[in-house]
């Protein structure tokens, strides 16, 4: 068990008989050792250490009574001061324990060890021969042996010279090519600092990278504010670091647990609480500069408000599993009336050059300024992407590839969901210190024909609209897009979006509200320090899309994802306004939001099963009338939502949070049917969360 105790110890430490020192560190030095080149110091320090301990060590008469052979192994350090401090001692005898001690504790106190300039701690471990050798001429003799035995001496310290590279550990995070995790609560503390008047920044495309954003806001001096004064190992993990964190000269990673616990209480529903068990793991790293790593690994059983449950089974997919948890995935029965959801999300970034970052991996990505996005959006389930990010001059080129699921039964192919693709690109171009000009492209496709992932698609600056005629009308469905920011002041900025699903000019000119114009836009703007308060920020946002956005008349080839919308969680056929409100100090956090809009839904009542282009899952040709198409037709359906939500920040590393929210919900439809009926909610929510993804429950 000692030696078991020793191996664990030495798994981390330096050993004194065969290591090498990075260039950038330098070992303690003795005073005599003062006048040695830089690359002979280890040597001249582990001769120091020899040669007092052969000279001052007494091998304790039990010892010598029992004829006794062995080694002593000891773990010592060198602290930034230069005292020498013995950590762990394995022997046989007590006696030899204290010698041990008592031999270091005559060691001078010396220059302590550097890294990249500055003082550090050294810790070694080195056996020590009984009955007793001079180490010091073993040491000698061995390095006058062939060069054979030099490369053999060399590959047992291989190992040891891998836990030498270990170093003080710097949150390269925040220098890195990893995503900044995307909430929209974490995004709004520096949304000011990359939209200043002046800056050459582009906010739409999202998750940001910390490289791209770190040079606008300081994430660790930010971090290094909130932190708190604690000397003991569980305090420091508890409210400032990583669980684990490691790092070398080449490499770094960290391992943090997450969580979503909460407990809650919703008026309508007939059960007596909600709640939600999230445990997972999230490890992220980097090697070398340009290439990182990041996986969160979720395992969640959760009941929600009625309401929520409510969609979520009417997302379900084809086979037994009861419904789809809206933003994460498929969910099998847990026990009675709950639900478990595993999820996963990771991704590998690398940056081959300053300005392209290349990205692999299942999660999900945003296109826009606002709440909302009529482009892309992060509402549906994690799904498989390729990321492309080129940013020159004053443009940054985003192009992305997803592959998507149908899970619809009426789509699936011998018994498996129906793979389809979609491929989009978005340019970003600052035309002035205030403006700024997106334009936006997509077209999904499916697998028809055998057709699978179309080559054509790759082509990072084509028209993909030119490609749909290429390969036939009826191969894909593309849709257009247009953006608009503008900086009016440093605190307050507008944003835009436009979104061209199909268009029909002669139509709009013979004002007959033609079901052909399939269109949406939005219109927002945020005021920072608002009212001259630090830190509370203001957003106001509209959003407006005609009925039959989105949708196709190959059912396949809807703008959706797991019978979720890629775009508005509305889908198409509703107006709404939004209004948020957030503030913090320090750690502690306030949000607020407001939203309250119409919708026009389908009766599917057996008598009028017509599409009235909400639904963006149906065929636009089964419509009742092509002209006198208007926002809101079908079941009107008034909606209002209140959220208010107060927490606290417990480690800012993990961003870990302690918080309580209510909720208010009104759902009123002016006829009810059975996907259609009136709800009137007010849900309670207590709990502690690691928050890493928006989570949206304003349908």
Known sequence: ?????????????????????????????????????IDSLQNCFDTNVFKRIYENFKV???????????????????????????????????????ETKRVFDMFPKIQP???????TYKQYSMPIKIPLVNQETVSQDLAKK???????????AEFDSVNATLIPFENKRYSSQLNIPFTHNYYARFDRNINVIGTNSHSASKPFVYDEVAKYYDFKAETDKLNKETSTWAGKKLWNEHLVQLQGKDYWFTIDPIFDLQVGKDTEAEFSSTYNNTRGLLVQGGLGKKFNFYTAVFESQGRFAQYVNTYAESLKAFGPDPAIVPGRGIAKRFKSDSYDYPVAEAYLSYAPAKFINIQ???????????????????????????????KFWKIKYTNTWMWLKDVRP???????????????????????????????????????????????????????????????????????????????KDNIYAYSQFVLDEFSLNDVKG??????????????????????????????????????????????LNYGHNNQSMAHLWGAN?????????????????????????????????????????????????????????????????????????????????NLKIFTDITFRNFNPESTTASAFKSDTVWFNFGIRTDLFNWYFDF
């Not at 205030?434 to 082509?459: A, C, H, K, P, Q």
């Open 146 to 156: 062939s060069e054979v035995s030099k490369l053999e001496q060399q590959a047992k």
């Open 574 to 654: 509703f107006s709404e306004t939004v209004l948020i409100g957030r503030y913090h100090y320090n750690r502690w956090y306030a949000n607020a939001k407001i939203i309250f809009g119409s919708r026009g839904l389908d009766f599917n009542n057996g008598v009028d099963d017509f599409s009235y282009g909400g639904d963006i899952y149906r065929n636009y040709n089964e419509r009742p009338f092509d002209t006198g198409v208007e926002v809101g037709q079908g079941i009107k359906a008034q909606t209002f939502y209140g959220n208010l939500q107060a927490g606290y920040v417990i480690n800012p590393a993990s």
């Open 1 to 37: 068990m000692k030696r078991f105790v020793v191996l664990l110890l030495l798994l981390v430490q330096y050993n004194i008989s065969a290591q090498s020192t990075p260039f950038n560190e330098k070992p303690p030095v003795f005073s005599d050792c003062k006048n040695i080149a």
């Open 113 to 119: 060890a550097t890294y990249n300039g500055r003082k």
């Open 511 to 556: 004002g007959e509200k033609s079901w052909k114009n399939k269109f949406g836009y939005q219109l927002g703007v945020k005021y920072f320090n608002a009212f001259k308060v630090d830190n509370l920020l203001l957003q106001l946002e509209y959003n407006r899309v005609r009925p039959y956005t989105y949708s196709h008349n190959t059912i396949v």
């Open 60 to 98: 304790p008469q039990k010892a010598l009574d029992e004829s006794y052979k062995g080694e002593v192994v000891v773990l010592f350090e060198v602290d930034t001061t230069g005292v020498f401090r013995v950590i762990y001692v394995d022997a046989i005898y007590s006696e030899l324990k204290d």
């Open 410 to 488: 009426e789509v699936t192919e011998d018994g498996a969901f129906l793979t389809k693709y979609m491929a989009n690109h978005y340019l970003s171009w600052n035309v002035s210190k205030r403006l700024n000009l997106g334009f936006f492209e997509s077209v999904l496709w499916t697998n028809s024909n055998e057709r699978g992932f179309d080559i054509n698609y790759l082509n990072p600056v084509i028209f993909y609209r030119a490609i749909e005629f290429e390969t036939g009308q009826g191969a894909g469905n593309a849709i257009l897009g247009a953006s608009a920011k503008y900086k009016f």
């Open 360 to 390: 692999f991996g299942h999660g999900k990505n945003f296109i826009g300024d606002g709440y909302r996005s009529l482009f892309l959006s992060d509402v549906a389930s994690p799904r498989p992407f390729l990321k492309l990010n080129t």
